[in-house]
C-alpha cells in the first residue's frame, strides 16, 4: 500500500512536469516545433538575449511586478495592523471583502476592472485609451492586496501583545514602537507576502488580459498573442531562465520561512 | 482605535476597485447600449445553457480527478521526513509560477496527431490516439493546471493530523481501510473542500484550456465571455454572462461551506 502510494506519487509528479521538460527541450531545439527534435542549438538563447522586444517585455513584467508588490505590501501591511485591532462585524466584513478577489473568477475581476476603467475613462476622462501601465498597476495591487494581508495576519497572531504596551513603557512613542518592535516581528509574513505578490504578479495572464494597453505589454499578454500564430521558441529559452529563477526565489523563500519556524520553536522552548 | 485607521487606505482601495467594479458589472448587465434598464442582456445570456452546463460539467470531473490524484500525493509528502517534505512541497508549488500559457502548449506538442505521444505509441504500431480537440483533453488540461491547487489544502491538513488518533483507531480494531475511512477521510474534509473550492472556480471560468485543448463544442463560458469583450464588442452580454458565472461560483461556494458546517456539527 504504501509503495503503491509512492509509485503514484512518481507517477503524479512526471505528469506535472512532463510539459515542463517538453519546454526545456523545445528550448534547445533547431526548430520551431516543440514535437519534432531537430537538433542541438544555443541560437534561441541567443536570439532571446539579441532581441531588445522580448527583453523590453519581461522588463515591463518585472517593472509591473515589484511596483504592484511593493504597493499592495505597504498598504497591505497597514492594513493587517489595523484589521488585527478589530472586533465582531466590522472585521468579518472586511475579510470577507479581502476574500473577494480570491474566491471570485479571475475572468470576473478582470471583466469587471475593465468597464470600471472604461467607464471612467469615458465618463470622466473623456478618453477612449484609458488602458495602460496605471489601469495595469491599480488590477494587480488589488489582486495581490489579499495575499500579503492573510500572510502578515498570522504573525500579528503569534505577537505578544504586551510587546507593544512595554516599548511605550519604556518610553517609545507609538510610531516608534511600531517602528522597532511590531515590524521586526511581521517581517518573515510581510517578505513571504511580497514575494508571493511578485510572482502572482509577473506570471498574472488572465486579469492583465482584460485592462492592459497597447502602451504597455507584459510577457504574458506577448506570449498569449502568439500562441495564436507560431510561438517563436526563444519564449522557450525565457520559460528556462525563468524556471531556475523562480526555483532559486522558492528556496530562498523556504529558507526563510523555516529559519522563522525554528526562531518560534526556540522561543516557545525558552518560555 | 488610532491602528484601526492604518486599514483605511486599503478599505477605500478596496471599495473603489472590487465593490465598485462589481456594481458596475451588474450595471452593464442590466442596460442595453443606449443606456436603458433591459433585462435583455440576462435573457440572452441564459441561452447559453448548455454552455454553462457544460463548464460546470467539466469543472466537476476536474475536481474528482484532481482529489483522486492529488489524495494520496498529499498523504505520501505529509508522511515523508521535514526535508524531503519542504522539496516534495515546493515541487507542487513551482508549476503555479510557471507561465500556464506556454505549459498548456506543450500539451498540445505532446497530444496532437503528430504529437510526440502519438509519434512514441507509433513505434509500436499503435495509433494516431484522438488525444486533443475532446472533452477529455480539456478536462485533462484542467486537471494538469489545478491539481497542485488541490494537492496544497490537502497537504496542509493531513500532515497537521494526530498520529495518536490514527494508532488509536488501529488498537480499537480498524483495519487500514477502516481507519481511512472513519478517522483520517473526515478528519481531512476540511482540505478537500478548500481543494475542491480551488479547483473548481479557475475550471469552470477558464477561456485559454478549452481554446488549445478542446474543438469547438467544447466552448465554456469564459470564451464566449472572452469573446464579447475581444472580439464581438459586446459588453452588455459579457458583463450579464459575468454576473451569472459569478452566481454560479458563490452558489457552489455556499454548497461546499455548508457541507463542511454541517459535518462539524454531527462530528460534536
Redesign the interface.
Given at each position: 500500500?504504501k509503495r503503491l502510494?509512492?509509485v503514484?506519487?512518481v507517477i503524479?509528479?512526471l505528469?506535472?512536469?512532463?510539459?515542463?521538460i517538453?519546454?526545456f527541450v523545445?528550448s534547445f531545439n533547431d526548430g520551431r516545433?516543440?514535437?519534432e527534435f531537430e537538433g542541438f542549438t544555443l541560437s534561441n538563447y541567443v536570439t532571446l538575449f539579441r532581441d531588445t522586444d522580448s527583453l523590453a517585455l519581461l522588463l515591463n513584467s518585472v517593472i509591473l511586478a515589484v511596483s504592484s508588490a511593493l504597493l499592495a505590501t505597504l498598504?497591505?501591511t497597514?492594513?493587517a495592523?489595523?484589521?488585527?485591532?478589530?472586533r465582531g462585524r466590522i472585521r468579518s466584513l472586511?475579510m470577507t471583502?479581502?476574500n473577494?478577489?480570491l474566491?471570485?473568477?479571475?475572468?470576473?475581476?478582470g471583466?469587471?476592472?475593465?468597464?470600471?476603467f472604461?467607464?471612467v475613462g469615458r465618463g470622466l476622462l473623456h478618453t477612449e485609451n484609458v488602458l495602460g501601465f496605471t489601469t495595469l498597476l491599480?488590477?494587480h495591487?488589488?489582486f495581490n492586496?489579499p495575499y500579503v494581508?492573510l500572510s502578515v495576519m498570522p504573525k500579528l497572531r503569534q505577537m505578544d501583545n504586551q510587546l507593544m504596551d512595554a516599548a511605550q513603557d519604556l518610553g517609545c512613542t507609538?510610531v516608534q514602537g511600531f517602528f522597532k518592535v511590531v515590524l521586526p516581528e511581521l517581517w518573515p509574513g510581510i517578505i513571504s507576502g511580497a514575494i508571493m505578490a511578485f510572482?502572482m504578479s509577473?506570471?498574472d495572464?488572465?486579469i492583465s488580459y482584460?485592462v492592459y494597453g497597447n502602451s504597455f505589454v507584459t510577457l504574458?499578454v506577448e506570449?498569449?498573442t502568439n500562441?495564436r500564430k507560431q510561438?517563436p521558441p526563444k519564449?522557450?529559452a525565457m520559460?528556462t531562465l525563468?524556471?531556475f529563477v523562480?526555483?532559486v526565489v522558492?528556496?530562498l523563500m523556504?529558507v526563510i520561512q523555516?529559519r522563522d519556524e525554528s526562531k518560534q520553536k526556540r522561543r516557545v522552548k525558552g518560555a | 482605535m488610532k491602528s484601526k485607521a492604518l486599514a483605511s487606505p486599503y478599505i477605500l482601495w478596496m471599495v473603489i476597485f472590487t465593490i465598485v467594479p462589481l456594481a458596475v458589472v451588474a450595471y452593464y448587465a442590466f442596460t442595453n447600449s443606449a443606456g436603458e434598464f433591459t433585462l435583455e442582456n440576462l435573457a440572452n445570456a441564459a441561452t447559453y445553457w448548455p454552455t454553462f452546463l457544460r463548464s460546470v460539467g467539466y469543472a466537476i470531473a476536474a475536481c474528482v480527478i484532481c482529489l483522486i490524484m492529488g489524495y494520496p500525493v498529499a498523504y505520501v509528502i505529509a508522511q515523508t521526513g521535514a526535508s524531503a517534505q519542504r522539496i516534495l512541497y515546493l515541487l507542487v508549488m513551482l508549476p503555479m509560477c510557471m507561465s500556464f500559457l506556454l505549459r498548456t502548449l506543450a500539451w498540445v506538442a505532446l497530444l496532437r496527431d503528430t504529437g510526440l505521444i502519438n509519434t512514441f505509441l507509433g513505434f509500436f504500431g499503435v495509433g494516431p490516439l484522438p488525444l486533443i480537440r475532446n472533452a477529455g483533453s480539456v478536462i485533462m488540461g484542467m486537471v494538469y493546471n489545478y491539481l497542485p491547487y488541490m494537492i496544497m489544502p490537502l497537504y496542509t491538513v493531513i500532515v497537521k493530523l494526530d498520529p495518536r488518533l490514527i494508532e488509536a483507531a488501529q488498537d480499537l480494531g480498524c483495519d487500514s481501510v477502516q481507519t481511512f475511512r472513519r478517522v483520517i477521510l473526515p478528519l481531512s474534509l476540511p482540505g478537500i473542500v478548500s481543494g475542491i473550492t480551488m479547483v473548481f472556480v479557475p475550471a469552470v471560468s477558464t477561456f485559454y484550456i478549452s481554446q488549445k485543448l478542446g474543438s469547438t463544442s467544447d466552448v465554456l463560458i469564459g470564451d464566449i465571455v472572452e469573446r464579447q469583450f475581444k472580439s464581438a464588442q459586446n459588453p452588455y452580454l459579457g458583463a450579464a454572462m459575468s454576473l451569472l458565472l459569478m452566481v454560479i461560483v458563490f452558489i457552489s461556494i455556499g454548497l461546499m461551506n455548508k457541507f463542511t458546517g454541517d459535518e462539524e456539527v454531527t462530528t460534536i
Open positions: 500500500m502510494g509512492k503514484w506519487t503524479v509528479y505528469f506535472l512536469y512532463l510539459p515542463m517538453v519546454l523545445g516545433d516543440l514535437s498598504i497591505g497597514f492594513a495592523v489595523g484589521i488585527h485591532s478589530m472586511v471583502v479581502t473577494i478577489p474566491v471570485n473568477p479571475e475572468i470576473v475581476t471583466v469587471s476592472l475593465s468597464l470600471l472604461v467607464f491599480i488590477a495591487v488589488t492586496l494581508i507609538p510572482t509577473l506570471d495572464f488572465v482584460f504574458p506570449i498569449y500562441t510561438m519564449f522557450y520559460f525563468m524556471f523562480i526555483l522558492m528556496i523556504n523555516a | -
